[in-house]
């Protein structure tokens, strides 16, 4: 059996690997989806420290806020790739340093 720290250590590689894309990517969607992994590093997190409060079973209140923070990630997404689509429509690139010269 696997144990909790072996859990941490993934999830550590997943938060990194989140970081990574927000700071090197330059591109919207990338952007967007390295917010998604990070969420979903945050919701493995959640489990396995429940998981491990109580062993052999998960506890409740960590799995409720998982599901509640699930859907919270995927209305964030979807406003997110409506925000992607619609600067895509308008100027026509999802380069996030070419959007922050055209501000002014």
């Known amino acids: 059996m696997l144990t909790v720290e072996f859990y941490l250590m993934c999830t550590v590689?997943?938060?990194?690997?989140?970081?990574?894309?927000l700071v090197a990517k330059k591109n919207m969607i990338?952007?967007?989806?390295?917010?998604?992994?990070?969420?979903?590093?945050a919701n493995m997190n959640f489990i396995v420290?429940?998981?491990?409060?109580?062993e052999g079973s998960s506890y409740l209140l960590g799995t409720a806020t998982v599901i509640i923070l699930i859907v919270l990630e995927a209305c964030v997404t979807a406003v997110g790739l409506t925000?992607?689509?619609?600067?895509?429509?308008?100027?026509k690139t999802l380069d996030v340093r070419e959007l922050r010269r055209l501000r002014w």
């Open 49 to 54: 420290l429940s998981t491990y409060r109580f």
């Open 83 to 91: 925000i992607v689509i619609y600067a895509y429509r308008h100027f």
């Open 13 to 21: 590689l997943i938060l990194v690997v989140a970081s990574y894309s």
């Open 30 to 41: 990338r952007l967007l989806l390295g917010i998604a992994i990070l969420g979903n590093a």
